[in-house]
């Protein structure tokens, strides 16, 4: 009788951990599959570089920035709140409106683990999604630390576009992640950036003709001045 009672303990143990650890392996299944991308994205913290000779600073709604003194300034209308075209050197800008009065959790509807916890900055919860990867997966993980996982990386490549390497950037009124080499080729960098409580959103664009240190400066320049302000 024990030896028939062996074979029905071990199957039951074994439902046992298929039920507890689905979440693991589901998870799994996506990595190796292919469904979900885990590959590692590059992160840092974003380093400012001065910008050199004289500037003019612009105003795009709420968002100010400054840019080089001899750049040539498109504004793409009358009253400058429909965003800019802007180019010096070999480098061209676009700074396109910010959004105002967004939903701070749109990006994060279906995804609970993602909700933003009490005194959590919006900033590190994207670098958290952006850092995150499939090193990070173990079996010996709760199932809640596997679903926190999934989701991270199921938002990632909405946050990312494509990106292999991010900076960080926090600042005192605007934060945001700068995506170099999106998908459409290394020469391009934007600036997905967002204030502090998520409710003003914009977007920023660079592409340079053939890039070089003092374009990537001048880059690192205009970002690190970038700041939201009151009409």
Same mark, same amino acid.
């Given at each position: 009788m024990c030896r028939c009672l062996v074979?029905?303990?071990?199957?039951?143990?074994?439902?046992?951990?298929? !039920?507890?650890?689905?979440?693991? !392996?589901?998870?799994?299944?996506?990595? /190796?599959?292919? @469904?979900l991308d885990?590959?590692? #994205?590059?992160?840092?913290d974003f380093v400012p570089a001065p910008l050199v000779g004289q500037t003019v600073r612009l105003r795009c709604g709420p968002l100010v920035f400054d840019v080089p003194a001899c750049? @040539?300034?498109?504004?793409?209308?009358p009253d400058q709140t429909a965003g800019y075209l802007i180019m010096v050197g070999g480098l061209r800008c676009r700074i396109l409106p910010p959004r105002v009065d967004m939903d701070p959790e749109h990006e994060y509807l279906g995804y609970p683990m993602l909700a933003r916890l009490?005194?959590?900055?919006e900033i590190d919860r994207q670098a958290a999604i952006c850092a995150a990867d499939a090193g990070d997966f173990s079996y010996r993980m709760s199932g809640a630390e596997?679903? *926190?996982?999934?989701?991270?990386? @199921?938002?990632?490549?909405?946050?990312?576009?494509?990106?292999?390497? !991010? @900076? #960080?950037?926090?600042?005192? /009124?605007?934060?945001?992640?700068?995506?170099?080499?999106?998908?459409i080729n290394r020469s391009c960098v934007a600036f997905s950036y967002f204030s502090a409580d998520n409710r003003i959103q914009g977007l920023a664009f660079f592409k340079m003709d053939n890039p070089c240190d003092d374009d990537l400066c001048? #880059?690192?320049? !205009?970002?690190? /001045?970038?700041? *939201?302000?009151?009409?």
């Open positions: 074979p029905g303990v071990v199957l039951a143990v074994v439902a046992l951990l298929g !039920i507890t650890k689905a979440p693991q !392996i589901q998870l799994d299944a996506a990595l /190796s599959s292919g @469904e885990g590959r590692p #994205i590059q992160v840092a750049a @040539e300034v498109q504004a793409w209308e009490p005194g959590q900055q596997a679903e *926190l996982l999934r989701e991270r990386l @199921e938002v990632r490549p909405v946050l990312c576009l494509g990106a292999r390497r !991010i @900076e #960080i950037l926090r600042g005192p /009124s605007v934060s945001g992640l700068v995506l170099f080499g999106p998908c001048r #880059i690192r320049g !205009i970002l690190g /001045s970038f700041g *939201l302000e009151a009409d």
